[in-house]
C-alpha cells in the first residue's frame, strides 16, 4: 500500500492541532497527518448523508390506534397483555391528561423502576417545557395527530431527554376517549450529532486552509467539487459532470488514465501528483493533488484534494 507525503498545515491551526492529539488520546489519532487524513474521509462521507433516521419513518401511529382501538373491545387482561407487547414507548392519557397506561419501556428510558410509578401521574410532570407541551398537546387537539415531533422529555432524575414523539387521538362514537403515544428517545443521537458537526466543522476549516478544492470523480466525470477552485477557474458547481480528462492539459493526459487505472485495481501508486489543468479561461495550471479511492454511492471512486503550486 501506498504510503502517504507528510500533510503541511498552516502555522495558525497547528498549534490547536497539536494540542488536541496529544491531550485526547481517546480520539485515535497519533499526528496531526493522520487526523487531516480522517478529516477528508469524513468530508466527502458526509456530503450526501441524510439527517433523519430510519426508525423515525417507521413509527406507525395509524396502527397503534388501530391496536388501541382492537384492544379496547376485548378483556382487561388481554387489553393489558396487547399494550404492553407494543413496539418502542407507548403511553396513553385519559382526557384530562392523566398516564392511564404505559409499557415498560418508556418507564426504564424515563428511569422509573416500572411502569406502576407513571399511572395515574399528570403527562405535564414528563416534559422539561410546559408551554411546548401544550403546542403539541394544541396540534392535536386541532388534527388528531402530531407525527415525529422532537420534544424533551424529563427523567425522573431530572436529566433532559430529547425524544421524538407521534401522538393521536382515540375517539369512541365521535366523543374523545383518550390519546396515544408512541416515543423514540433519541438523546445519544443529538449528541453524536452535535459532536460530529463540530468535527465537520474543524475539518473543512482544514481542508479550506489546505487545498483550493475537493473533488471526487467516478467513471471518469466529476461527481463532487468543494471548495473555492480557484487553481482551475470553474466554480464547484460547474466542475460537477464534467469530464475530468477534458480538464487535463494533453501532454500530462495518458499519465493521468494510467495512474487513475492503477489507483482503481489496488496497485501502489504514490498519492501526491504534479500535473497540468486547463483553467476556465483557457491557459494552463500546475497543480498538485493527493489521490485515495473512497466508496461514493456505493462504488468506488477517486477523491482528490488540490492545490496550486504556480
Known sequence: MAKYSTISVPQELHDELQNMVKTKPELGYSSIAEFCKEAIRVHV????????????????????????????????????????????????????????????EIADHLGYSSKGELLEKDISTLFADIRSMDEMMGYVIKNGFVRNHEIKLVRKDGKLLDFVLSVGTIRENGKVKGYVGTGED?????????????????????????????????????????????????PPEELIGMRVLDLIASEDRKRVIEITRKRLNGEDVPPIQRFGVISKEGDVRKIETSTRVIEYEGRPASLSVVRLVD
Open 45 to 104: 462521507s458526509n456530503i450526501r448523508a441524510e439527517r433523519k433516521e430510519a426508525f423515525i419513518q417507521q413509527l406507525n401511529l395509524p396502527g397503534i390506534l388501530k391496536d388501541i382501538e382492537l384492544a379496547s373491545q376485548t378483556k382487561g387482561g388481554e387489553y393489558r397483555e396487547i399494550f404492553e407487547n407494543l413496539m418502542g414507548c407507548v403511553f396513553l392519557i385519559s382526557p384530562d391528561g392523566k398516564i392511564v397506561n404505559c409499557n415498560n
Open 186 to 234: 433519541i438523546t445519544v443521537r443529538k449528541m453524536v450529532e452535535a459532536r460530529l458537526k463540530r468535527e465537520r466543522d474543524l475539518y473543512s476549516q482544514i481542508i479550506n486552509e489546505m487545498y483550493d478544492a475537493v473533488i471526487v470523480f467516478q467513471d471518469g466525470k466529476i461527481k463532487f467539487a468543494g471548495g473555492q477552485c480557484k487553481s482551475i477557474g470553474y
